[in-house]
């Protein structure tokens, strides 16, 4: 017993002035005393040769200095914690990682700014499909069988008899929500559309549309008229004149095209206008009576007129782009110079 006593005596005064941030030694500490075969369980088997009358206090005693060596060891092992965070290279005074900010593609833009002036007048925005059958596509819309624009020349056939097209015009949609049957209707149809072109700085082999429609009892071409007048003068401005001239499509009768008077030079002739102060903007219409049936709607009780407008012209036009193919080369450098535009 008195051995003992001395002998955790000394243990303490060397464990006392033990002291160390290294992280090694002081795993070298707890191996020594707190290991399995470390000095603590050694002396805790000392216990065996002290007699029994002894054994209470002996045990109290040498638990006493476990406790003593486990809380030596724990503030060891804080003092490195901390000095690792120290040493450590990080220093939260530096900037954060940059988050590149993405843009809206200005397709997307000019669609929406589109979009958003017809819904203030009521008209809602349905999507269709790019795959579309021949009905949908040609037929319904009273293009007879041997039409031109059906010609294999024009249009991407991905199928034949029965024939699966890449939709010409985002008129399918339009044919889409007519049979439905729900009247009446006042929706506009964005989207992509597949013209079997050859690509150039002005022209491409896919491209956007958006068409609208309005079909009630009632409906006149004067209706028209306001509609798309109110769509000028929020689109550019007051001061921008209109005119229609007539035109033809065989979806539509009569049928008209309209243009606005050159964004560029105010009507005085440009290159961008070619000279004429115009540019031309949409074609539109009264919808034929054939199309009005072709999709169960009783041409007698109703009349409707609708309109179809590219995208990707007046987008040029607004952010000063020279060349339609540049808005699908996927060009981060001309893409992130749309980051604040709307
Ligand atoms: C153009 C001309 C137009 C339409 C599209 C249409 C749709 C249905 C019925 C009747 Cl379902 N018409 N759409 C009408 C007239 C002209 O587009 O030059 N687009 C770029």
Request: charged residues 25%; proline residues 5%.
């Given at each position: 017993?008195?051995?003992?006593?001395e002998?955790?005596?000394?243990?303490?005064?060397?464990?006392?002035?033990?002291?160390?941030?290294?992280?090694?030694?002081?795993?070298?500490?707890r191996?020594?005393?707190?290991?399995?075969?470390?000095?603590?369980?050694t002396?805790?088997?000392?216990?065996?040769n002290?007699?029994?009358?002894?054994?209470?206090?002996?045990?109290?005693?040498?638990?006493?200095?476990?406790?003593?060596?486990?809380?030596?060891?724990?503030?060891?092992?804080?003092?490195?914690?901390?000095?690792?965070?120290?040493?450590?290279?990080?220093?939260?005074?530096?900037?954060?990682?940059?988050?590149?900010?993405?843009?809206?593609?200005?397709?997307?833009?000019?669609?929406?700014?589109?979009?958003?002036?017809?819904?203030?007048?009521?008209f809602?925005?349905?999507?269709?499909?790019?795959?579309?059958?021949?009905?949908?596509?040609?037929?319904?819309?009273?293009?007879?069988?041997?039409?031109?624009?059906?010609?294999?020349?024009?249009?991407?056939?991905?199928?034949?008899?029965?024939?699966?097209?890449?939709?010409?015009?985002?008129?399918?949609?339009?044919i889409?929500?007519?049979?439905?049957?729900?009247l009446?209707i006042?929706?506009?149809?964005p989207?992509?559309?597949?013209?079997?072109?050859?690509?150039?700085?002005?022209?491409?082999?896919?491209?956007?549309?958006?068409?609208g429609?309005?079909?009630?009892?009632?409906?006149?071409?004067?209706?028209l008229?306001?509609?798309?007048?109110?769509?000028v003068?929020?689109?550019?401005?007051?001061?921008?004149?209109?005119?229609?001239?007539?035109?033809?499509?065989?979806?539509?009768?009569?049928?008209?095209?309209?243009?606005?008077?050159?964004?560029?030079?105010?009507?005085?002739?440009?290159?961008v206008?070619?000279?004429?102060?115009?540019?031309?903007?949409?074609g539109?219409?009264?919808?034929?009576?054939?199309?009005?049936?072709?999709?169960?709607?009783?041409?007698?009780?109703?009349?409707?007129?609708?309109?179809?407008?590219?995208?990707?012209?007046?987008?040029?036009?607004?952010?000063?782009?020279?060349?339609?193919r540049?808005?699908?080369?996927?060009?981060?450098?001309?893409?992130?110079?749309?980051?604040?535009?709307?």
């Amino acid at each position: 017993m008195e051995q003992l006593l001395e002998q955790i005596n000394s243990y303490k005064n060397e464990i006392e002035a033990f002291d160390s941030t290294d992280p090694k030694s002081v795993e070298e500490f707890r191996i020594k005393w707190l290991g399995t075969k470390g000095l603590v369980k050694t002396i805790m088997g000392e216990m065996k040769n002290v007699p029994n009358e002894q054994k209470k206090e002996a045990g109290q005693i040498l638990n006493e200095f476990k406790v003593f060596v486990e809380t030596k060891f724990e503030s060891l092992k804080s003092s490195t914690s901390n000095l690792e965070h120290q040493s450590s290279n990080l220093d939260l005074s530096l900037p954060g990682d940059e988050q590149p900010l993405g843009a809206r593609h200005p397709i997307t833009l000019m669609k929406n700014r589109i979009i958003s002036i017809f819904q203030r007048l009521g008209f809602a925005v349905a999507e269709g499909p790019e795959i579309e059958d021949d009905f949908h596509n040609f037929t319904a819309l009273n293009l007879p069988e041997h039409h031109p624009a059906r010609d294999m020349q024009d249009t991407f056939y991905i199928q034949q008899n029965p024939d699966w097209l890449l939709r010409t015009h985002t008129s399918n949609t339009q044919i889409r929500e007519m049979e439905k049957g729900k009247l009446p209707i006042r929706v506009i149809c964005p989207g992509r559309v597949y013209r079997n072109e050859t690509v150039s700085a002005r022209s491409h082999c896919f491209f956007h549309q958006l068409e609208g429609l309005y079909i009630d009892e009632n409906v006149s071409f004067a209706d028209l008229k306001q509609t798309l007048y109110f769509f000028v003068k929020e689109m550019y401005g007051k001061d921008v004149k209109v005119r229609f001239r007539p035109s033809y499509f065989p979806f539509t009768e009569p049928s008209a095209e309209m243009d606005i008077s050159c964004t560029l030079c105010n009507g005085e002739g440009c290159s961008v206008c070619k000279k004429t102060g115009w540019l031309e903007i949409l074609g539109c219409g009264m919808i034929h009576p054939n199309v009005l049936s072709n999709c169960g709607i009783d041409p007698n009780k109703y009349t409707g007129y609708a309109w179809g407008m590219g995208i990707e012209r007046p987008a040029l036009l607004k952010y000063g782009i020279n060349d339609i193919r540049l808005f699908s080369e996927n060009d981060v450098r001309f893409l992130k110079q749309f980051t604040s535009a709307v």
